[in-house]
Nanobody, 120 residues
Framework: QVQLVESGGGLVQPGGSLRLSCAAS????????MGWYRQAPGKERELVAA???????IYADSVKGRGTISRDNAKNAVYLQMNSLKPEDTAAYYC??????????????WGQGTQVTVSS
């Protein structure tokens, strides 16, 4: 089993910032990609940002220039710094990781989600 635990969500005023954190634990040999997705009510889950083990990144157009993803490979952790938050950033944010277990099989895991609400 591989578990992902997110933290850092909450209520933020428009224009504010927050930092989401996610730590992976369990039967992990290596992690390839880690990233963040979000899902607003009535909408599909969408990619926010992701980073490979080599440091390559991808961002949704809607967060480019406002979001920064980073990883601490030694801690199996990924972070998302979001600035200049807008009401449309309101969503449940989910951490995602894919990699390989110690026994050699692949894993593709999700966190339980953390709510981000941007409102005055």
């Amino acid at each position: 089993q591989v578990q992902l635990v997110e933290s850092g969500g909450g209520l933020v005023q428009p224009g504010g910032s927050l930092r989401l954190s996610c730590a992976a634990s369990g039967d992990i040999s290596s992690i390839n990609a880690m990233g963040w997705y979000r899902q607003a009510p009535g909408k599909e889950r969408e990619l926010v940002a992701a980073m490979s083990s080599g440091g390559s990144t991808i961002y949704a157009d809607s967060v480019k220039g406002r979001g920064t993803i980073s990883r601490d490979n030694a801690k199996n952790a990924v972070y998302l710094q979001m600035n200049s938050l807008k009401p449309e950033d309101t969503a449940a944010y989910y951490c995602h990781a894919e990699g390989r277990r110690r026994i050699g099989t692949l894993f593709n895991s999700w966190g339980q989600g953390t709510q981000v609400t941007v409102s005055s």
